[in-house]
């Protein structure tokens, strides 16, 4: 093995190893344990309404008390819990702390944008931040809801989920390079340019307008043989997009498939003392506490992988760096974002707008897909924790499967990435369609509709396989349409675009809950959000949004 490929393959295994470490806190806390630990805390330093006197853990549970009515007790009384000078419900206690730090997560990824970008600094980014996430998550264990300061808990998931938010633009800044290098496209990428210097006219003359100039002034022998060879070097030019773009995805799944391994592996540990200990205030804090464990512990190897800036890079940025401070680079990526968002600019990359524009809807409805998928098994199914906690293992264990197998039906049929999005959104809008057909077939037939527990645990594992795959895919088509150099910003957009639309869902979706008294009439709503992002997603043209990402000269100012 040659010292490049060496190389390579550390560095892909160190971006591996990250994949497996973070995306743990994802599955294990922030989807499932970390919302109900933080209603916990508040409830148990909280009161009952309307007297604000009792106790919210004075209220005992409903298998306790042997009586029938006690379920509707418990569903019945408010707990309130009071910060600052507020009283606020402690439902929303996990929710607002959710909506800060999504908000803080956003301010930091524009704020990083442009530092992750600096070779020298993206993999120390990538470190910080798995630190900051880590150490956070694993602050749980030493911060019991009895303490005087429960309300640090906030301030932990906070930190957490910015930690983690950050940390993958730096990761996902990776990607477009770890395609590139590959062995695979690497070949083919020779294969072009030992073409192009053997017949440098066809690589100087490719563009269609300086061809038909050539076949004008050139005679009519030469003019057949540069066709010839032009349409050679069009298949070569092909190939190397096409097989850059199979890598992407493949990588990108690869690590989406990782990811939800380590999930699936802690989720099934965690599930031990959570359920023996009946979901008490410890049992969850103990859960996010491995989590946090288990990222620092595992991004160690990415760590040791993952390459320092070459001395190469060090070189061509080192005048940069004299003139460079990290205030100075933060103020700039704040300008720059507003720059990249001007509409000259969008017209540069119109096909990279309208991406982002179809993923704006369909990540937030995906997402909330998820939540009301749960939260309506809880309420409308009855369905108990344990059950719960089985459909949060059935989905991301589905993901691995989709996710691997869905490159593999790529290269058999030899679809696009597009068409693959294209095919998943599809699939997806089947789920909240078949919750719609309960409207018609509740009351008349024993199954069908979302109308049994058993459908969830068989739409999990289908909505699994294809939420796995989506994201991969996802990820690795916006790679396609990203400017060179550039990738930690446009990644940061895409992740602020996906974190800036993760509220209007579950808004709209209380509210239709709220209006109606029942949940499912916002699958109505979760059909219409994902079909919308459709027509978006099919006006993409890929090719076209490649070639202005590789001419795409960045603007300081409109006057330019």
Known sequence: MSQLQKEYKNKLYGWLSYAFASEVFVIVSLTLFLPICLEQFARDNGYLLPDKTARCSTLKPPESTGRAAAADEVEAARCVVKIGWLWIDTASFSLYTYSISVALQALTVISMGGIADHPTLRKKLLLVFAALGSIAASGFLALPSSSTVWFLSCILAIFANVGFGASTVAMNAYLPSLAYESESVAMLRQQLQDFDAANPRTSAESDDDHCAVYEQ????????????????????????????????????????????GSGILLLIVALVPVTKLHGSAFALRLAIGLSGIWWAVFSVPAAVWLPSASVSARQENALDEKEWTIGGEIVAAWIRLGNMLRWSEIKKLRNTFKYLAAWFLLSDGFTTITSTALLFGKTTLRMSASALILVGVLTPLSGILGSLLWPALQR???????????????????????GCLG???????????????????????????VYGAFQGYARAFYAKLLPPGEEARWYGLYSITDKSSSFIGPLVVG?????????????????????????????????????????YKYQASSSQ
């Not at 050679?232 to 939800?260: D, F, N, P, Q, W």
């Not at 049929?413 to 078949?434: D, H």
């Open 217 to 260: 002034e050139a005679p009519l022998l030469n003019s057949s043989s540069f066709l010839s060879d032009a349409g050679e070097r069009k298949v070569l030019e092909t190939l190397y997009h096409s097989e850059l773009a199979r890598k992407t995805s493949h990588i990108s799944s690869l690590g989406i498939a990782l990811g939800y």
């Open 412 to 434: 058999k049929f030899k679809w696009s990435s597009q068409t693959i999005l294209v095919i998943l959104v599809v699939m997806a809008s089947m789920i909240p369609a078949y």
């Open 439 to 465: 409207f018609v077939l509740q009351g008349r037939v024993k199954f069908g509709g979302l109308t049994t527990q058993e459908e969830m645990f068989a739409l999990a594992v289908y909505f699994g396989s």
């Open 511 to 551: 509210v239709i809950s709220d209006m109606t008294g029942n949940i499912r009439y916002s699958f109505f709503f979760l059909i219409f959000m994902v079909w919308a992002a459709v027509p978006l997603l099919l006006s993409v043209d890929a090719d076209r949004g490649w070639q202005d990402a590789q001419q």
